[in-house]
């Protein structure tokens, strides 16, 4: 399976993007999928989940009610509308794949596949 991130850019503070992971190589709605971004010089840390249904998601503090998790099953690619952006959501953004179908897990070792980083920069 393959995963390909897009959509990043650079924004000043409170603009939105919408970045966008399109899955290739096996039936996408048997994956549950998930964001995670690193920053500089910073760990990779979660962003928010979403099962392969897409009827649950998760999200971290950090990005709870700006940003939102979503699928379209018949395109075979995830979403993840980011809202009010903070100079703080500056990171390269890395989308993630698992066939645990139920899965909504916050660390990197819940899943099997990724995609590379698609940077977003957000200006004050």
């Known amino acids: 399976v393959q995963l390909q991130a897009s959509g990043g850019g650079l924004v000043q503070a409170g603009g939105s993007l919408r970045l966008s992971c399109e899955v290739s190589g096996r039936t996408f709605r048997s994956y549950a999928m998930g964001w995670f971004r690193q920053a500089p010089g910073k760990e990779r840390e979660f962003v928010a989940a979403?099962?392969?249904?897409?009827?649950?998601?998760y999200y971290a503090d950090s990005v709870q009610g700006r940003f939102t998790i979503s699928r379209d099953n018949a395109k075979n690619t995830m979403y993840l509308q980011m809202n009010s952006l903070k100079p703080e959501d500056t990171a390269d953004y890395y989308c993630?794949?698992?066939?645990?179908?139920?899965?909504?897990?916050?660390?990197?070792?819940?899943?099997?596949?990724w995609g590379q980083g698609t940077k977003v920069t957000v200006s004050s």
């Open positions: 979403i099962n392969a249904s897409g009827g649950k998601t």
């Open positions: 993630a794949a698992t066939l645990n179908y139920y899965n909504l897990g916050q660390t990197q070792n819940d899943y099997d596949y």
